[in-house]
């Protein structure tokens, strides 16, 4: 329990540290959320089972929100099948592992390449980069503009994930 708690402090650590950005306004732009600055690890549990619940067959990914501090969302990833490789080309990404363990790229290039915004890409993999089996306790930072996927998961990876803006 104490490592969740220490893993969520530093991925929000992070976050302040980095350079603020604006809240969004009007003009299609998403409201700003109240602020959450502490969840249990027993709500950890919970969003864990909603998750296992809630899954569609086939989905790859249920996200719950962890933290929220504007403009900065800790999200908490579940993960039951291989899903899509990603490029985040404004904002790097932290990764703590909460439970599970699956095999992750980073680098190389996407293959299948399609833009889902102005300011994310997806494929349907990578190739060439760098493969690391990655397991319960393990830190990543992806930096922007670097693919990275999950191309192997190992039964379930439970992950939380913190986009970081970049200036």
């Excluded at 990914?61 to 504007?70: E, F, G, K, M």
Aim: glycine letters at 10%.
């Amino acid at each position: 329990m104490r490592f969740l708690n220490l893993a969520l402090a530093l991925g929000l650590t992070v976050a302040l540290v980095s350079a603020q950005q604006p809240g969004q306004g009007k003009g299609g732009a998403k409201a700003p959320q109240a602020p959450k600055e502490y969840t249990s690890a027993a709500e950890i549990q919970q969003m864990i089972a909603k998750s296992k619940n809630d899954r569609k067959d086939g989905q790859a990914i249920v996200n719950s929100a962890i933290l929220r501090l504007a403009p900065y969302n800790a999200n908490m990833e579940y993960r039951a099948s291989v899903g899509p490789a990603a490029v985040h080309e404004t904002e790097a990404e932290l990764f703590v592992v909460i439970d599970g363990s699956a095999t992750m790229v980073t680098g190389g290039k996407l293959t299948g390449e399609t833009r889902q915004n102005a300011e994310n890409l997806q494929g349907t993999g990578i190739e060439g980069g760098n493969a690391r089996q990655i397991g319960k306790g393990d830190f990543i930072i992806v930096p922007e503009k670097n693919p990275h996927w999950f191309s192997k998961i190992d039964g379930v990876l439970v992950l939380m994930s913190l986009h970081v803006p970049r200036q």
